[in-house]
């Protein structure tokens, strides 16, 4: 990370502290606090909840609804009522930890996949490896 010009107590930079980058992600609305997805007592919100503030100590939640739009594999158009999770970090180490908490979510979820934005780059997380999707669908989706 470059110094800052002017480090000395009278900067502005002296009060700042880099978090990182930005790492959004969306999560369907209804399924949130449905039964049919709780894992123990534990419903999918509360383990997102549980999750980002044991990992990161801190994230930013929208519970506005967002509407998603997309064609899924059978070229149907689809859409969802979701709500937005930030959060941010340096670390790529960290990204691949929430990762991998997102694929165990798309099993639990019953989701194909969950969209993630990093910094300037989106990714589609799915439940399952993208050759057993391909597979699945008839498509070649490298």
């Avoid at 123990?40 to 999750?51: E, L």
């Avoid at 194909?112 to 989106?122: F, I, K, L, N, P």
Wanted: glycine content about 6%; proline content about 6%; charged content about 25%.
């Amino acid at each position: 990370m470059p110094e800052p010009a002017d480090d000395s107590a009278n900067s502005p930079l002296s009060h700042l502290y880099e978090l990182g980058k930005v790492t959004v992600f969306y999560l369907p609305s209804h399924k949130l606090d449905d039964p049919r997805y709780y894992q123990g007592t534990q419903t999918a919100r509360t383990a997102t909840h549980d999750f980002m503030m044991d990992r990161y100590r801190a994230y930013t939640h929208s519970p506005t609804p967002v509407k998603g739009y997309w064609v899924d594999f059978n070229g149907q158009l689809v859409h969802d009522v979701m709500e937005r999770f930030e959060v941010s970090f340096g670390s790529e180490a960290e990204f691949e930890r929430l990762i991998i908490f997102l694929i165990e979510l798309c099993g639990r979820l019953s989701e194909d996949a969950v969209y993630v934005t990093r910094g300037e780059r989106s990714f589609l997380v799915h439940g399952q490896p993208r050759q057993e999707i391909a597979s699945d669908s008839g498509h070649d989706n490298r």
